[in-house]
């Protein structure tokens, strides 16, 4: 079984603003089919919200006037755009309006801030920003390293819905950077919410195309008590973003929920969701009734986030798709509750048939928390953790699965069912300590003598 530890980086998005590329576009983006089997469909419609989270949004509302404004709505002129559509904004903002509405229109934003960062939209607090549901804002073909469509900067009592959010990816142009000549670029985000912004909500809206990811949280440097918190992400579309569909670089208190993120693809890692703080503290975060399919990397990665929760989603594949690392990822030193997902592999991935799979190294570990994977089903797949600890796996079902660890201590294993045609490829072991108890093997019991000392059972390379 391969080991594979790849470096997944996520590089801080630079705070400044840049000048568009003049372009033409003659044809609409075409988007990767929504799944007619998402549990929670949206209908090809994205409506803005109607009841506002946060009662500190004043509740007078605008419509941009982008006659008076004088704001393109034909796909043209991003800088003017740009410029003619945050005057509207901040305008309304001044006057007290909370609700500020787009009306319908393709609407091509992006103006220069330096040399590897463009400029989209910025919003303020106790803003609501909600976009008609044929209102689409799209970043305008561009050379920079860094992008964010709409930022949400150290603010409070934010609201993003409705319509469409579009990155440039099919027509971005990739200039060699100057300090070392990469052609990267994974650094184009849709909605970037830094600092110490808190209470945010993105919901209803289609996030797709972005070069880097639908949604980027940065947070407080390490160190700090994290100050990016109490965020919400719910019902969204998120599809054929490049490097991830959410990738959290900071967070507290987040919960991700009933969104569907698929087809990402294009810039290592490409996982739905990517919780890597980078020195920086997630804590707190729950993962719920999500559908991803035919994300190339993965569906979820946990390199650091403590106390999280990911329940009740759906994770397949996807019959055209491949993962690379597998739908469920997370290091050692992470802790989390799995439970009552459903995890499905139609072709191998680097990692084997592994669903979930535990990451490692020879260091020891050195958070003490247990992590819980209870209740969930594996569809022609199974899990595998190594060089680890303090581990809680019990009623569990491998359909065409199994249940593989070496080097862990620590290790509970309870009333979990598995069926393969090999029962040693079912069940491993290999220097493994701990308790188990009601395992069953293709509907029998299996005994698995686990005790305090490291115990040997059958193991296949």
């Known amino acids: 079984m391969k080991k594979l530890i790849p470096l997944i980086t996520i590089l801080l998005c630079v705070i400044s603003c840049s000048k568009d590329a003049s372009i033409n576009f003659n044809q609409a983006t075409e988007l990767s089919d929504s799944d007619p089997n998402n549990p929670n469909p949206f209908n090809g419609v994205m409506e803005p919200i109607t009841n506002l989270p946060y009662p500190e949004i004043p509740t007078n509302s605008y419509t941009i006037d982008i006659a008076q404004w004088d704001i393109p709505n034909n796909r043209s002129n991003p800088e003017k755009t740009t410029d003619n559509l945050q005057a509207a904004i901040d305008w309304a903002v001044s006057e007290g309006y909370g609700i500020i509405n787009l009306p319908k229109g393709h609407y091509l934003i992006g103006k220069e801030g330096n040399d590897i960062y463009q400029a989209g939209i910025t919003l303020d607090s106790n803003v609501a920003f909600l976009l008609d549901k044929d209102a689409i804002l799209e970043m305008g073909k561009n050379n920079k390293w860094n992008y964010c469509a709409i930022a949400i900067r150290n603010k409070t009592n934010v609201v993003v819905s409705g319509g469409t959010i579009l990155g440039d990816r099919d027509y971005h142009v990739y200039t060699p950077r100057s300090s070392d000549g990469s052609t990267v ?129 759906i994770l397949t594949q996807g019959e055209d798709s491949q993962y690379i690392d597998g739908p469920l990822v997370y290091w050692k030193n992470a802790d989390m509750k799995v439970r009552n997902n459903n ?73 979990n069912k598995v069926e393969h045609d090999n029962k040693c490829w079912a069940y491993r072991f290999l220097q493994v300590s701990g308790s188990a108890s009601g395992n069953t093997y293709n509907n029998a019991p299996f005994d698995i003598p686990l005790t305090s000392t490291p115990w040997d059972g059958c193991w296949i390379r």
């Open 185 to 313: 670029h994974d650094e184009g985000h849709l909605i970037c919410i830094e600092g110490k912004s808190s209470n945010i909500t993105v919901q209803n809206t289609t996030l797709a195309k972005a070069n880097g990811d639908g949604i980027l949280t940065v947070g407080s440097p390490k160190g700090e008590t994290q100050g990016l918190k109490d965020v919400v992400i719910k019902r969204n579309h998120f599809t054929d973003n490049r490097r991830q569909g959410i990738s959290l670089v900071g967070a507290s208190n987040i919960l991700i929920e009933d969104n569907e993120i698929h087809h990402t693809s294009g810039t290592p890692p490409q996982f739905g969701i990517d919780l890597e703080g980078a020195g920086r503290t997630n804590e707190n975060i729950t993962i719920k009734d999500n559908y991803f399919h035919n994300n190339r990397g993965g569906d979820i990665v946990n390199t650091d986030g403590k106390n999280i929760l990911i329940e009740n989603n």
């Open 343 to 415: 995890i499905t592999m139609r072709t191998v991935s680097v990692n084997n048939w592994n669903g979930i799979i535990m990451y490692s190294n020879d260091n020891a570990k050195i958070n003490p928390a247990t992590t819980y994977i209870e209740n969930n089903i594996l569809n022609n797949c199974g899990m595998y953790m190594y060089k680890g600890a303090d581990l809680v796996i019990k009623d569990n079902f491998m359909d065409n699965g199994h249940l593989a660890f070496l080097e862990m201590t620590n290790l509970t294993l309870e009333n």
